[in-house]
Structure formats: C-alpha cells, structure tokens
C-alpha cells in the first residue's frame, strides 16, 4: 500500500500547472457562412410563447427540404418577415457541411406533439421501462461532419409546455419518473460522429431533456453560447455533454443555466480527452461535471477563467462501482464559487444513475486545483472509493471564506498541498497529506467574476 501511495503522490507532484488549452486544434472564433436558402417565419411568438393554435403548423418540411438542398459550406437561414418572427418543427436532420443559422429576433419552437417526435408508435411521451429514448430530438446530426448551428436567435425545446394529447409538460414527466422507469422525451441537438461540430452565438432554452449532446467525434466548438432553462423543476435538462469516443473539444465565452449540469463530461464507452473550458460563466445547475459514467476514461481536460453562481454543485467528479474507471490529467485554475450548497464534490459512490454495485472502481487522480476561491458555504466532499482506489488530488490556492461555514466528507484520499495559500479541512479517515500551504484565506478578488445572465 505505502508503495502504491508513493507512486500518486509522485505522479501527483509531476504535474505542471493548468496550460491553457488542452483541445489540440487551433480554436478561432466562427465565421457564419454564406446563405444558400433563406426561410421566412409565417408565426408569431410573444414574450418568448407560441399561440396553443400554432403548435401543429409545422414548418418541418421546409426547413428539412432546405437543409437538404443546400451544399456543403452553406447555410440555411431562418428569419423575420413583418410581425412574424417564430417557426415551430419537429425533428430536422443536418447534412455534412450545412450549417442552421437562427437569425436575431427568430425564435425556432419545438414540437411538442411527441406523435412527430417519437421513434416507433407510442414510445414518446410517456414514462415506461422499456429501453431507448423513444423520441428523436429536434436537430440530429448524425455522420456530418462540418456541419452547426448558429446565430442571435433563439431555439425552444418549450420543455415546460403540456404535450399535445399528454396533458403534461416534458419536465412533469420527468418528476413523474422519479417514482420508476425513464421519461421518454426528446433531446434538443444531438451530434454523434460528427466532427468539427459548431454552436455559434445560439441561445438553447428549455430543452425537454439534455440540451446539447456530442458523441464519438473530433471536433466540438461551443462559442458564445447561452442556455438558459430553469435551475429547478427541469429535471435531467443538463447543458452540455460531451464524450462517449470524442476528443477535442472547447466550450467558451458562454452562459449557462440548466436545470442539472452545466456541462457533464461522459467518459462512457470510448472515453473523453483533449477538452478546454475556457472564460465561462455557469449559473443554476449542478455544476462543472466529470461522469457519472467514467469506465472509458477521462483525461487532458483544461477548466479555467469560470465562475460559478448559485449552482447545487461547484466542481464535480462523480461515479461509482457500476460505471467507474479512471480520470486522470484533469486541472482547474481560476475558478470562482460562491452560495453552492457542495461547492467541490468528488463523489465515488454516485447514487442517482441507478445500481451502484459492481467492479468497474472509480480512480481519481492527477486532479489539480489551482487558484480556486469559494464562498457563501455549503459541504466539501473529497470521498475515495476505498483504501486501494483513494482520491489524488493537488490543492494549491484553494481557499474558502468564512471557513465556519463549511462542512467536510473526507476519506481514502491523498493530497499534495502548496505553495499557494490553502485553508480547506484535509482531516479524515484514511487521508495524507504533503507539502506546505499557507493557511490563509488571501487570493485573488472573484469581484468582476460574476456577471448577471445575459438576456
């Protein structure tokens, strides 16, 4: 055991602190391309709402002929025309190398008539136990690489909207589910091997389900992005999910406000790496996530210049024995936490994914944490699996305000402090500690960190 302890700790101490990119490509602001069609909208939204007499005036067709019809390095752009400013579609399908733009002052309505949504007869819509999602989501892209989704305008997955012949909103079947089986309701944009994949100044709100999700693909770019969907009530609206076989991935100079994670790295089959968060700001939701399914692995992920306000979870690592695996390579720098009730949450026996059980064992380590500022209280949680797969986790400029404020869960970890000032409580079962750290509270000013959501 001392030898396995002194291999983390070593590994531990060799890493550098945060460089800032760790997406391997060369990341410029997008350009929106050039128009091939442009759509006029023939409805009429107010106050962000669609008329209950619009919701079946389905402009699928013509977006999807549009989309079809334009060629590679276009786009299709929707638009204003007089009064009329919303279009409202079920599931769109992007093509290799076109791009969706939303113009400003456009809003693109989901359908939520999930008889146009749903997969097979029936299967959208409802709560059951039968496997699969059972709806499609509203924009797929699926094999298509260079393709996106851009502009000033706004996409509605009207989440909070009774479904037609349903009687329930998306997001009450999601609390109905809670009692057993899984909501079947759609998803806003799903890329799955699609690479150099692009959201441009879109503002995503009130998904069904996940607003953005990004699988087996090289290439994700979130630039000026804003989510917006209620921090509670909206259940599973997580913002952001990269992984499952993806690498090479940046999301910056974006807004989010979800009902659960800001943005949940999966490292499911095929694994997460390269990835760079950079000069966001996280609102509602539970946090800045890793997980819960780790057991392809996590690596050479890059957060810094955050700030997150009022979020359940701060930063998390979260799995457990059924799903776990190793994340490793993983560094935050710059980070500023306030009013979290688990400001820092590193969790190896995540429970809310189901079944806990198994030997597929969480490993956290080569975690670093540097200039990390806190306040407002709430609970810090550093919880290794057990005394064979311990948390390695280095902590320098870690600190936290009013430090009576703050409750600790700290076992089976290894910690590395210093030199920067840190004022955490390390103490707890089976927990070492090295290095030398000022225990100070002193860091850099989290004053111009926080910013109201834009609107």
Avoid at 64 to 80: E, F, N, P
Avoid at 157 to 180: D, P
Avoid at 235 to 240: F, Q
Wanted: proline share 4%; aromatic share 6%; hydrophobic share 35%.
């Amino acid at each position: 055991m001392q030898r396995k302890f002194t291999f983390l700790m070593l590994a531990a101490a060799a890493i550098a602190l945060p460089t800032h990119a760790q997406d391997t490509r060369n990341v410029t602001e997008p350009k929106i391309p050039a128009t091939c069609i442009k759509l006029e909208a023939k409805l009429v939204s107010v106050d962000g709402s669609l008329a209950a007499e619009d919701q079946s005036k389905l402009d699928t067709a013509r977006i999807q002929a549009a989309i079809d019809g334009c060629s590679a390095g276009r786009a299709v752009t929707l638009r204003t025309h007089g009064k009329f400013n919303a279009f409202v579609s079920g599931p769109l399908v992007l093509r290799s190398g076109v791009t969706l733009v939303v113009e400003k002052g456009v809003t693109l309505f989901e359908s939520v008539d999930p008889t146009v949504l749903q997969e097979s007869p029936g299967s959208c819509g409802v709560v059951n136990m039968l496997a699969g999602r059972g709806c499609k989501p509203l924009i797929s892209v699926d094999h298509a690489p260079n393709a996106g989704v851009m502009g000033d305008g706004v996409i509605d997955g009207q989440g909070g909207v009774k479904m037609l012949g349903v009687n329930m909103s998306a997001w009450e079947l999601a609390e109905k589910a809670r009692a057993g089986g899984g909501q079947k309701v759609s998803r806003l944009i799903v890329a799955d091997h699609s690479d150099n994949f692009t959201l441009y100044n879109i503002t995503l709100k009130n998904s069904q389900n996940f607003h953005v999700v990004y699988g087996a693909g090289d290439g994700l770019t979130v630039w000026g992005v804003k989510i917006n969907t209620p921090g509670k009530g909206a259940r599973n609206a997580d913002g952001i999910d990269p992984g499952n076989g993806s690498k090479n991935i940046t999301v910056t100079h974006s807004y989010i406000n979800a009902g659960d994670d800001n943005i949940a790295i999966k490292g499911g089959t095929g694994g997460l790496t390269n990835m760079t968060v950079s000069h966001n700001h996280f609102y509602a939701g539970h946090g800045m996530s890793i997980g819960s399914e780790t057991y392809g692995g996590v690596s050479k992920v890059r957060v810094y210049d955050l700030s997150l306000d009022g979020p359940d979870n701060g930063i998390r690592i979260k799995s457990n024995a059924a799903r776990g695996g190793l994340v490793h390579d993983v560094q935050y720098d710059d980070i500023c936490i306030r009013n979290s009730p688990n400001p820092l949450y590193f969790d190896t026996a995540y429970s809310a994914a189901g079944s806990t059980e198994g030997t597929r064992f969480p490993s956290f380590v080569d975690i670093t944490l540097h200039n990390v500022r806190i306040s407002g209280g709430g609970k810090i949680t550093f919880e290794g699996y057990d005394a064979a797969h311990r948390l390695g986790l280095n902590l320098d400029g870690v600190t936290v305000t009013d430090a009576s404020m703050y409750q600790y869960s700290v076992r089976h970890a290894n910690f590395k402090v210093g030199p920067g000032a840190m004022n955490l409580k390390l103490d707890g079962e089976d927990t070492t500690v090295t290095g030398t750290a000022v225990n100070s509270a002193a860091g850099d000013s989290c004053a111009d960190k926080f910013v109201p959501f834009p609107h």
